[in-house]
């Protein structure tokens, strides 16, 4: 007897049979798992069903077991699923993402079947990235970025990325730093009040980009934070999570101009060119906090974690400096940072 995702999977692909073939990737602390289909009949040999089932016990492997941790988890797959049904038909070939073929909600779990990357030019991943390619991941946000400049976030999270400070006050909570903790609400305000907002992947990081094998293209998955925002968050937490310290501080200066100058591009091919060197000037501007704000959540989350380095360090503390030295163009001082800390989407 077929069970009720195969058959879901034969329904949306219109193949005569559909095959569980193997689990590709458990999903985040047990909620269900990434399975690739073979298929019989179907204009495509395979495809990949994200299906997410909310376990009965929570098992953080983080330790951050709480019900604020579980719901930010489940709105994030009511996200996701909205995403590919919705947005996902807005990307073209300069911002690669998975063909939606079907989503479903059935009870407490979600069915989302996808394009499989793999049979469509895409099947490496990368567990350290060269400089082209990190170049190659930048362009694609970039591209990302000019193409939602100015969307409202509609069925997404209003502010996109897994870590800003509403949805961390546990985390925040943790912070041992004085300075850090006083001076998170600053660094949040100002990223969530750029002029100049897009829709953000929110979880931009290395295993979430597929490379095709000559090197000239990448495609992006797992959208379950993607919103609105500013682009640097996506920029900043990309560049702080895909490359060791030295890479980290030699490269990215031409990274960012990379990335600056990909945006530019895409924004004259959308129509909002105008507005390119504004956009370049308040995101500039900005990127410097985005990773003081990406440094504060880990600071909080997980103080031993790799990506905390003397490089984010010092370039985390001198934006805290400058708060608490007087301020940031466009960015209050003296804020109360427990006010922005105790909300939760």
């Not at 006050?169 to 998170?184: F, H, K, L, S």
């Not at 985005?290 to 790799?306: E, I, K, N, S, T």
Request: with cysteine; charged share 25%.
């Amino acid at each position: 007897m077929t069970d009720a995702p195969t058959r879901f999977v034969q329904q949306a692909t219109g193949a005569r049979k559909a095959v569980r073939d193997h689990v590709i990737q458990i999903l985040w602390s047990g909620y269900g798992e990434i399975v690739r289909y073979r298929l019989e009949g179907a204009d495509v040999p395979t495809v990949i069903l994200k299906h997410v089932v909310f376990p009965g016990d929570l098992d953080h492997p983080r330790g951050w077991n709480n019900d604020r941790s579980h719901q930010r988890k489940v709105g994030s797959y009511q996200v996701e699923m909205a995403w590919y049904r919705d947005g996902s038909g807005q990307c073209d070939a300069s911002s690669r993402v998975p063909r939606c073929l079907d989503t479903a909600t059935v009870g407490d779990e979600h069915l989302i079947v996808l394009e499989d990357l793999d049979a469509a030019g895409f099947p490496l991943r990368k567990e350290h990235l060269t400089r082209t390619e990190a170049r190659q991941c930048l362009r694609w946000l970039a591209r990302f970025h000019a193409r939602f400049m100015g969307r409202e976030p509609a069925g997404l999270w209003p502010e996109g990325s897994y870590w800003h400070l509403a949805t961390r006050p546990d985390e925040w909570a943790a912070i041992e730093d004085p300075a850090i903790r006083e001076t998170a609400a600053a660094l949040d305000d100002a990223l969530t009040g750029a002029r100049y907002r897009s829709l953000v992947h929110g979880d931009a990081k290395v295993a979430n980009f597929c490379f095709a094998p000559q090197g000239d293209a990448v495609a992006a998955v797992d959208f379950q934070y993607v919103g609105g925002g500013c682009g640097m968050r996506d920029v900043a937490y990309f560049l702080g999570s895909g490359l060791d310290e030295h890479e980290q501080e030699t490269w990215e200066t031409g990274l960012l101009e990379d990335y600056f100058q990909a945006l530019r591009e895409a924004l004259n091919e959308h129509g909002k060119g105008a507005e390119a060197d504004a956009i370049e000037h308040e995101w500039r501007a900005l990127f410097p906090i985005a990773q003081a704000d990406f440094y504060r959540f880990l600071v909080g989350w997980m103080p031993d974690h790799w990506k905390i380095h003397d490089y984010s360090r010092r370039t985390a503390l001198a934006v805290v400096r400058r708060l608490q030295e007087g301020g940031l163009p466009g960015i209050p001082s003296g804020t109360d940072s427990s006010a922005s800390a105790t909300s939760s989407q």
